[in-house]
Nanobody, 122 residues
Framework: QVQLVESGGGLVQAGGSLRLSCSASGSIFSINIMRWYRQAPGLQREVVAAITSGGSTDYADSVKGRFTISRGNAKNTIYLEVNSLKPEDTAVYYC????????????????WGQGTQVTVSS
């Protein structure tokens, strides 16, 4: 069974930093793109950052210059460095893989992790 597991969230003061992790496990052949989303209470889930297998990255305007997405040395692991945090960054942060090819060459669509809570106090 393929799953995404996030970790690293917590409570931090405004201006602080956190490092979020997402690890994909299971019978995985390849994952091309991985994304971080967030969802604040009462708001829609929004994409924060994305990274391809080749290392290309993209960010939402609201986090450019403050957040950094990267791939880990372990295969199928990504990170999100969140710096200069603001109270409006408070949300559940989710890892997402739009396409996962399994070892038996099946394609899984839109796989989500369970989320990790980030709370920024003012």
């Amino acid at each position: 069974q393929v799953q995404l597991v996030e970790s690293g969230g917590g409570l931090v003061q405004a201006g602080g930093s956190l490092r979020l992790s997402c690890s994909a496990s299971g019978s995985i052949f390849s994952i091309n793109i991985m994304r971080w989303y967030r969802q604040a209470p009462g708001l829609q889930r929004e994409v924060v950052a994305a990274i391809t297998s080749g290392g290309s990255t993209d960010y939402a305007d609201s986090v450019k210059g403050r957040f950094t997405i990267s791939r880990g040395n372990a295969k199928n692991t990504i990170y999100l460095e969140v710096n200069s945090l603001k109270p409006e960054d408070t949300a559940v942060y989710y890892c997402n893989a739009p396409f996962i090819v399994t070892m038996d060459r099946k394609t899984l669509y839109n796989t989500w992790g369970q989320g990790t809570q980030v709370t920024v106090s003012s």
